[in-house]
């Protein structure tokens, strides 16, 4: 089973949103905390398998979604 807490992957992206200046970002970010709250709150009804796919289809939203919001700022 994966080590990633959604719990902590929440903070992250709340202090990514603290810090950040830029209006665009914050929203992008705050659209995946939400998901990484859901995926917490919903993790012990979960299988260890569903929850292991769960964060890794968030991982990989959070990394594109990060990816393509940087590009549009250079």
Request: charged share 25%.
């Amino acid at each position: 089973m994966s080590q990633i807490d959604p719990w902590e992957k929440a903070a992250e992206c709340a202090r990514a949103i603290q810090i950040s200046l830029d209006p665009h970002h914050k929203n992008i970010l705050s659209n995946i905390q939400q998901m990484w709250v859901a995926l917490a709150r919903e993790r012990n009804s979960l299988s260890a398998e569903d929850l292991a796919k769960e964060i890794e289809s968030i991982g990989r939203l959070h990394v594109t979604l990060a990816r393509m919001d940087a590009r549009t700022r250079h």
